[in-house]
Structure formats: C-alpha cells, structure tokens
C-alpha cells in the first residue's frame, strides 16, 4: 500500500534506537524526510547519515527534549531545512520504574512535557501543512502500562496522561487538519532495550512477561513503527483521538 508520504517530512524525538529508529527508517523507505533528535550526538550522526543513504533528506541533533526553548528552536529550524513539518512523532520516554518523586518527575518532564513542548514548537508548521495538504498528523507513543495498575510505578500513571492529552488535542485541533493519535505498545524486545537487558540481568522476569503474551513473541520496534506510520499517513485521514493498541494480546481490556 502506497501510504502517500513521499515529499512530507517528520520529525521523530527519540530516534536513534527502538521504536523510533524504526518509525524514522519506515518513513524513509515510503519517501518522507526525516529530522531526528537524541541524547547522543555521535548516534544522530550516524543515524541521519543512515537516513540520507535510502535517498531522502534527513537531518538530526542532540536535543534536551525538557528544554522547552532548545525543542522550539530545533524544531523551527527544521522546518526551515526541510521546508514543512507535516508529522510530529513523539517517542522520547524517562522510562523510569519507580514510584518515588524523583521518578515521577523524571517521567513527567520528559514523556508529558516533552510531548507537549514539541507539540507546541511544531504547531504553527502543522497547522500551515494542514491548511496546504488537508492533513497533518502526530503520533505520541504511550504504553500499555496505562491500562495496568500492579504497584505505585509512576511509568504507568504518565503513560494515561499521554493518552488523555492526545484526545484532548484531537478535539481542540481538528478543524485545522491536525490529527493526533497513539499507539500504545506491549512488550518491545530490542537489543539494548528493557526486555533485552532483563533477559540477560533477570531471566526469570523476563521469561515470565514473555509467557504471559499469547502470541509467544514480544513486539519487535517495526511492529509498532507500522502502526504509527500508518495512522500518520494520509490513509488514516478520519483517524484521530484514537489509541491504537498493539500488545499481541497481552492484555485482557476491551477497548470500546
């Protein structure tokens, strides 16, 4: 399927590694330009030069994404590189487990707030996309952590807050063709990652969220980056406010 992404551009917080590396690669080889931004510099370096060599323009910076005038600021220079933003990715996450402050925090800052400083850097230019093309789109990652309560964990809490703010910009910016959804990944197996690192440092966690899963595999990052790339696409253009889960079934929700 022809997702019609040739000639839109991107930009991806957090894509370097995962889920995001996925989401910037899949954006690539559909023909859209890409701007990445990360924590290393030597790893956006290498992942740009990746992005150029599929034939697209690319480009990436080390950005504190809780640096609310430094996002701004990368962002409005992007649009001038590439000439549009038309799809806002927002993938960057603390991931920190616990339920003290500092956790919390950490987790707001970067997930909430990060999502919400790059919304708003990147307004302008979508809206301006939208009143050009008739869509704009952005997608936030959230988890379905959201949907599950076993401890005081601050992860899962912050996960929900994504979710209810999607759908509240959904409402508030449809009429200027921005659309805005989730995808709510389960279990994400990738080398380096969470799942990854607890099969090597505890085995035994790790085997027992991967029975819990019936389909006997976690995610790999391209499951979820296929889904966010689809409902960034103009394919998905009466798709908005929604929370796409993508957990194999590993949770027992009904979604209605």
């Known amino acids: 399927m022809d997702l019609g992404l040739k000639g ?4 991806v917080l957090g894509g370097t590694r995962g889920i995001g590396r996925a989401i910037a690669d899949t954006l690539a080889g559909e023909g859209a330009g890409v701007a990445i931004c990360a924590r290393n510099a030597d790893q956006v370096a290498g992942t740009v030069a990746e992005l ?3 034939g697209v323009k690319a480009t ?8 609310g005038a430094a996002l701004k600021a990368w ?23 616990g339920g003290d402050p500092a956790s919390w925090e950490q987790n707001f800052r970067l997930d909430v707030l990060g999502a919400v400083n790059a919304f708003e850097a990147a307004r302008p230019f979508l809206e301006a996309s939208g009143a050009k093309t ?12 959201a949907a599950i ?6 992860y899962g809490p912050v996960k929900a807050a994504l979710i209810h703010m999607a759908k509240g910009f959904a409402r508030q910016y449809a009429a200027k063709k921005i659309r805005v959804n989730v995808v709510s990944p389960g279990t994400v197996y990738f080398k380096g990652g969470v799942w990854h690192l607890r099969e ?6 790790y085997q027992a969220a991967l029975a819990r899963n019936p389909t006997g595999r976690m ?29 194999g079934a590993i949770s027992n929700r009904v979604n209605f």
């Open 200 to 205: 090597q440092n505890q085995p035994n966690v």
């Open 75 to 97: 962002i409005s220079a992007v649009a001038q590189e590439l000439g549009s933003v038309d799809m806002l990715f927002c993938n960057a996450g603390a991931m920190a487990q």
């Open 60 to 67: 990436g910076a080390s950005v504190d994404i809780t640096d």
């Open 8 to 11: 839109r551009n991107a930009v």
């Open 149 to 154: 309560a076993d401890n005081t964990s601050s």
């Open 52 to 54: 150029k060599a599929k």
């Open 219 to 247: 995610a790999t990052p391209q499951d979820i980056a296929n889904a966010a790339v689809f409902l960034a696409s103009a394919v998905s253009s009466f798709t908005t406010g929604s929370n796409l889960i993508v957990d």
């Open 134 to 145: 008739g869509d704009a789109a952005v997608v936030i990652i959230s988890s379905i952590s």
